[in-house]
């Protein structure tokens, strides 16, 4: 396979402590092609991040120790991973942690039960419009 054959597999973080969520979501991602990465708390999610690449994150808010957002504050707070997307998929559905979402920089926000093809589309829009093709 030549390099302009090689197809970029966009590598992608699920942090739920759920892990029927983890499991369903890493099987169905990884059929449409993506690369994913699972962590069951706030704090493995920043472990990880701090040690892997990822082109998108996925984050449930509600989670022992550390939630969602604060996930989010830290993430942005350090210059490796300060401009990676993250698609909040919660369900919290409040207008007041949709716009604390939005204000802390997420890129999407979506809510639980969820249609896993909206989410494809959704995890491809924030993809596109970010842009940048991924650092390893």
């Not at 957002?69 to 490796?80: G, Y």
């Not at 007041?96 to 999407?108: A, E, I, N, P, W």
């Amino acid at each position: 396979m030549s390099e302009e054959e090689k197809v970029i597999r966009h590598r992608i973080l699920v942090v739920d402590d759920d892990e029927h969520i983890q499991k369903s979501l890493s099987q169905y991602l990884e059929m449409e092609d993506f690369e994913v990465d699972v962590a069951s708390s706030g704090q493995e999610a920043l472990e990880r991040a701090a040690l892997q690449t990822f082109d998108l994150i996925l984050l449930d808010i509600m989670m022992p120790e550390m939630d969602g957002f604060e996930v989010v504050e830290t993430l942005r707070t350090h210059a490796k991973t300060s401009q990676v997307p993250i698609i909040l998929l919660t369900a919290r559905g409040q207008d007041t942690d949709v716009l604390k979402g939005y204000h802390l920089g997420v890129s999407s926000y979506l809510t639980k039960p969820f249609n896993l093809d909206e989410l494809v589309e959704t995890i491809r829009e924030v993809l596109e419009a970010d842009g940048a093709p991924r650092q390893d």
